[in-house]
């Protein structure tokens, strides 16, 4: 049986139906370790520019229980990191979220939430990176003057999506080693940084209480605080993507989630600190309340902390980050469309594989070329468009992290007795991940209808607003086009995804390059 097919059988088929070997979709099995998984993971967040740009707004909120925030919102990613290791100790396949909400709740729900969703906040995010990171480049080779301007700026933003495409369609091993160097940096600066902050005589002893998750002034600051911090976990579930590259499918990727979030949650909570201890909250000088300082602290604390020179270094690690987590995307959101297009759910050219390198060659140049393409189109529609895009991505995130977290309690419902560990493991701390995100989505939902929130509004609507649900509902049309000509995978839900076999899905069949190409 095929492992994504309903669960008609009794619990005894299902599990050795589950655990069968998942298609060979032509990727290089075995080429990427636990150390590459983890690096991936931890890139695709992009730590050093993830707390360059939400602490300080984040601590605009709730002061110095920045801290206690970041703590919070860790609880749902981590519930959340549950669901993602059990389904893939299940069904390991790189299409991870949509092959597991095909799998739960049918193809309708699987392709709009667990494939258009993912891979739209994907896309957002890609512009945004790649604009950052060509802004901090430009800045890191003395030319701050350029930064200021668009062409320059969205220039250099589109050679380092050329780049990064470049560099992913070579292979996940390259793309793994690159990682290697630039989460490197990234950690290095990030610690020197805290280090050096904590050196220093600062505006505030550390303290526990600013730990304290209870100490919040009301549920609003609350929510308001921990949404923010989603947005500063995204993306480590990116390493689930190369699970059928990975050394040990049904083990490593799992593993890679655990070690990739607790990682982030270590790192974050010493640099909040740090900073918070060097700066204090005040809303003036170099206070992280000082709502001047808020986009970017590293920015602001840099040079007092740790010199002029190297300051120059975080700037270069912010800039390192944002083209590290492009790389990472570049990686993860051709595996989604390439096991959406082996499942029958796009076009077949999205599963074409590269003969030498053994990548999704054709869904890799998409991705790449889609990106560029709206990075300049939001350029030209106004350059506040792209940070109300950003923003919005919070809300598509909390949208597939929480379905998925249903689709492991629904998938795995019949074993729930099993045992306590199966109960808690792939019940009760999924559910409860999965009922905190899409609470944070309803919540987000809420606060970004204020004309308001963000740089944008429409008829009294904020922008923020429209982007963000006007991203899902876009994929309502999309999709009925699409099920117009896969009519298969629609009309028979979690039947349609068949299994693939080496034959029907060959590298042979499937390239798109000459075989002497690099």
Sequence with gaps: MNPLEADAEADAGERSDAAAAPADKGLRSGSVSLLGAVALGLSSVAPAYSIAVTLGLVTLVVGHLAPAALLVGFVPILLTAF????????MPDCGTTFVWTTRAFGGSTGWLAGGWVPQIATLIAMTALSQVGAAYLLQVVGLDSLTGNTVAVTGTA????????????????????????????????LFGFGLAAFARHGAAAPSLAWLDPFAFGGVGPFAESVLLCLFIYWGWDALITVNEETSDADRVPGQAVMVSTFVLLGTYLFTAFAAISFAGTGTTGLG??????????????????LGSALATVVKLAVCVSAVSALLTCLVSSPRGSLSMAAHGALPAAFARIHPRHRTPAFGTMFFGGVAAALLVLLELVSARFLGDAILSIGLLIACYYGTTALACVWHFRRRLRESPRELLLKGVLPLLGGLMMLAAFARSAHDMIAPGYGSTSFHGVGGVFLLGIGSFVL??????????????????????????????????????????ED
Aim: glycine fraction near 8%.
């Design 475 to 516: 994929g309502v049309p999309v999709m009925l086009v699409v099920r117009a000509r896969f009519r298969r995978f629609f009309r028979d839900g979690r039947t349609a995804v068949t299994e693939l076999t080496v034959t029907e899905l060959s590298v042979t069949d499937l390239t798109v390059t000459d075989p002497t």
């Design 83 to 90: 669901a993602f290791r059990e389904l893939n100790k299940e």
């Design 158 to 189: 589109l050679a380092l999506l050329a780049g990064a495409t470049f560099v992913a369609r070579r292979g996940v091993q390259i793309a793994a080693s690159v990682q290697y160097v630039l989460l490197g940096l990234q950690l290095i600066a």
């Design 288 to 305: 992280l309340g000082n709502a001047a300082n808020a986009t970017d602290i590293l920015a602001t604390l840099g040079p007092p902390v």
